[in-house]
């Protein structure tokens, strides 16, 4: 049966990886070819799990999550509220969190649970009637304060989504930084921050940084670090000497940061740890 509003969600638990673990969960139309892999022919979506990658009715995949191991759980449903004749919003989970989404055209006899295996020993068990409810994000029922979405805070209060300079201010070196608690990824890899208020010399930086980077460093300064630098438009990577890159940016400037991951890139673990976004003030600033 297809999944429907009644039953919009099935989980996949992978008992074993077999030979390559190419092992694949998705949706497909009714009368699927059975020689193929989810979501490599049309109006057909699949999590794969041997690269993390999405493969939208093509044998071309694109980056999207985390790879899966023996014992993991890989989700896909359907957003029941978003059912709708020819297009539905489908999505995946891994081990119960959300992946990501993605839109898919749907057949009017509606879009089957299927599994792909392509190596010797694979083995999955199958739940058709799994459940799954969206986590509540702690930092989403912050009322007065966004405290939780930074890891460190030095000389930097946060009051919602301002953040403002509260030290001396005595010299170039009285550095206050706010360093994200999360690293971007390829599945959020930019961010921005306006200018509120430039204060005396508009001393704001916002870069990259790794996570154990100095609290009372410039991003860019140190080695790991990458920033652009809003009072004279130089950037600095990992020296305290900047080169000459953009324009200058003054109150009401929006300065952004990201990264332009390949196509095929596969964040791991170690490369989460190392890539923390970083913004830093000196002088009486705020943030958003």
């Known amino acids: ?15 074993d990886t077999g030979v390559r673990g190419t092992i694949g969960v998705g949706l497909v139309p009714k009368f699927y070819r059975l020689d193929h892999q989810p979501g490599w022919l049309p ?4 999590y794969h799990a041997d690269n993390g990658k999405l493969y939208n009715g093509t044998g071309i995949g694109k980056q999207f999550g985390p790879k899966c191991a023996r014992g993991d759980r890989m989700g896909c449903g359907i957003h ?23 839109e898919v055209p749907v057949s009017a006899e509606g879009l089957f649970p299927a599994v792909g295996m392509h190596s010797m020993g694979e083995e999955v068990k199958v739940d058709l009637q799994a ?37 001396k201010g005595k010299s170039i070196m009285d550095v206050g930084l706010a360093q ?33 980077y100095p609290k009372n460093r410039h991003p860019g300064w140190s080695r790991g670090s990458v ?14 000497v900047g080169d000459a890159f953009g324009p200058r940016c003054f109150k009401g400037d929006i300065m952004g940061c990201g990264i332009m991951f390949p196509r ?11 890539a923390a976004i970083t913004l830093s003030l000196i002088k009486e600033v705020c943030l958003s």
């Open 43 to 46: 109006y057909s979506v699949a």
């Open 80 to 102: 029941s509220e978003n059912i709708e004749a020819g297009i539905t919003t489908v999505f995946f989970t891994k081990n119960g969190k959300e992946v990501g989404s993605v």
């Open 1 to 15: 049966r297809p999944l429907s509003k009644g039953n919009c969600y099935f989980e996949v638990t992978i008992v």
């Open 180 to 212: 994200a608690r999360q690293p971007l990824t390829t599945r959020c890899h930019y961010y921005e921050v306006e200018i509120v208020d430039a204060g005396e010399k508009c001393y704001i930086a916002l870069g990259l940084a790794r996570r154990d």
């Open 131 to 167: 459940e799954w409810f969206l986590e509540e994000d702690d930092s989403m029922m912050m009322v007065d304060s966004h405290e939780d979405d930074w890891g460190r805070l030095y000389d930097v209060r946060v009051s919602g989504t301002l953040l403002e300079y509260v030290g």
């Open 227 to 240: 920033a652009y630098h809003a009072d004279d438009g130089k950037i600095f990577h990992g020296s305290g």
């Open 264 to 274: 095929d890139y596969i964040l791991d673990g170690e490369g989460e740890r190392k």
